[in-house]
């Protein structure tokens, strides 16, 4: 009778030692590289105008999901100023090319998310 009670304390901390490792499994699924952290810590600085990973709900271009040999093309030409722009020339000068291939890897594998053109909403009062 001990001994089975035993056991089974035994076994419901292995089970949860191989749910904890199992959580620790899922969690660690993607281990990045520090050349990874370094493109992605780029990648953030561009969400202030492109939108998170890229999807810009904004009259700014969406990266998400973009061509990378498009992406390296127009980056190339902010950077050489064969492309006149607002902003991006400024932007483009600060990376250099292995930053820039690594961003437009990174773009091209995201999603991209589409919204509905927003709509004005009408705000009714209710006064009872
Ligand atoms: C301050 C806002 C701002 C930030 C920050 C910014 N961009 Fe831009 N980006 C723009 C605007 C605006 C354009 C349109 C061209 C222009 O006017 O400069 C653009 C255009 C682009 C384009 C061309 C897209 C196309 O299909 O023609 C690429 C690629 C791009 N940005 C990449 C980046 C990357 C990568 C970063 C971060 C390192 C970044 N941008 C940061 C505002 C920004």
Do not use: W
């Not at 620790?24 to 202030?48: G, K, M, P, V, Y």
């Not at 040999?69 to 980056?75: N, R, W």
Request: charged share 10%; glycine share 4%; with cysteine.
């Amino acid at each position: 009778m001990l001994r089975i009670t035993i056991n089974s304390v035994l076994s419901s901390l292995v089970g949860c030692t191989a749910l904890f490792l199992n959580c620790s499994i899922a969690h660690s699924a993607e281990t990045l590289t520090t050349a990874e952290i370094h493109t992605r810590t780029l990648a953030a600085s561009c969400a202030a105008c492109h939108g998170t990973n890229g999807n810009s709900h904004s009259t700014t271009p969406v990266l998400a999901n973009l061509d990378a040999t498009h992406f390296i093309a127009q980056m190339q030409a902010f950077k050489n100023n064969s492309r006149s722009s607002t902003v991006m020339h400024h932007h483009a000068a600060g990376l250099n090319n292995n930053e820039i291939e690594q961003l437009a890897h990174y773009f091209s594998q995201q999603k991209r998310i589409t919204s509905p053109a927003l709509q004005p909403q009408v705000l009714e009062t209710i006064h009872e």
